[in-house]
């Protein structure tokens, strides 16, 4: 974990171009991408995202402007916290910050980018995602509208890009939702997405794809002894930086993408699944074509934690 104290850099102002987003505050439905709670590989890839954390510590009175370690910025102006009752604090605040900029950290911390479009799971394009939380005392806080802006690093801004909020299942599955009318027309410039920000959790860009063409659901078949119970499997989307997670089904040894959820015929993905036998990691890593009705089989080869760090790296 990365602590930082002390001085900050200076807020950077920029114009607001866009209403500040903020997430309304509902369930999503979930699916068959849900693996088991009770997966052991759950709490392996949740400590990824403990790992992760970048945590600062600010006066609430002054501001600061936070960068984080893969280049995510947020200028938070003074006074631009208040507690639960909604009265504005001051003194010491704690910052955590999460970065998920890419195929490999979307992999790596278990953060799928696939959004609800009025119930119905939807493939999205992904332009990187963050956790962005505050406590004071432990106590947590909220922003204050108008008062927070981020800005993430991007080598291509599409300006097609909305803001959508993610929630986190039991089985550490994440489902986004749009923010709505406030979510459009993201500030881009020639490095990054900026926009204003008045909440906390995980927040995307992102917008959902519109495949052209016949689509297929996505069935992975895995040998025995893997399955269910000790074995994730996604599904890495490299030419729009994105993955989606496919969940164990009631047949021992299928991992099978919701019926609802269709990706196009004929697209590159990669096949990756990591799996814990007897103390023992395996991982996959397959690259193919999806085609109609699309049935995966793979097979797997020991590895380290480490060494599948390094791999997904590489995708």
Known sequence: MKQTTGSFLAIISFSLLITACKKDEHHVAVGPHVPSASNPLVALFQSHVTDATQSF???????????????????????????????????????????????????????????????????????????????????????????????????????????FSGTVDEGGVIFWDPFGQNGTGLNTDSLSYNFPNDSLGWINCDYFANWGGPLTTIRVEVPSPHDGSNTL?????????????????????????????????????????????????????????????????????????????LDVQGL
């Not at 004929?266 to 023992?280: K, L, N, P, Q, Y």
Request: no cysteine; glycine share 10%; hydrophobic share 40%.
């Open 233 to 309: 499997v996604w599904v890495v989307f490299p030419s729009i930086n994105s993955i989606t997670n496919v969940g164990a089904s009631g047949t021992n040894g299928v991992f099978l993408t919701s019926g609802s959820y269709a990706a196009p015929v004929g697209m590159d993905v990669v096949i990756v699944a990591f799996s814990e036998v007897d103390g023992v990691f395996y991982s996959s890593f397959t690259n193919t074509a999806l085609m109609p009705d699309h049935t995966g089989s793979i097979t797997f080869q020991p590895t380290t934690e480490a060494q599948f760090m």
């Open 57 to 163: 510590t600010l006066q609430a009175a002054t501001g600061a402007a936070i960068q984080g370690s893969k280049g995510t910025q947020v200028f938070i102006s003074s006074n631009a916290f208040a507690d639960q009752n909604g009265q504005v604090v001051t003194g010491v605040v704690n910052v955590e910050l999460i970065e998920a900029l890419d195929v490999s950290d979307m992999l790596w911390l278990n953060k799928q980018t696939v959004g609800m479009d009025n119930g119905t799971p939807r493939q999205l394009v992904s332009g990187g995602q963050f956790f962005l939380n505050a406590t004071q005392a432990g106590q947590q806080l909220t922003l204050v509208p108008g008062r927070t802006n981020v800005s993430i690093p991007a080598a291509n801004p599409d300006p097609e890009m909305q803001l």
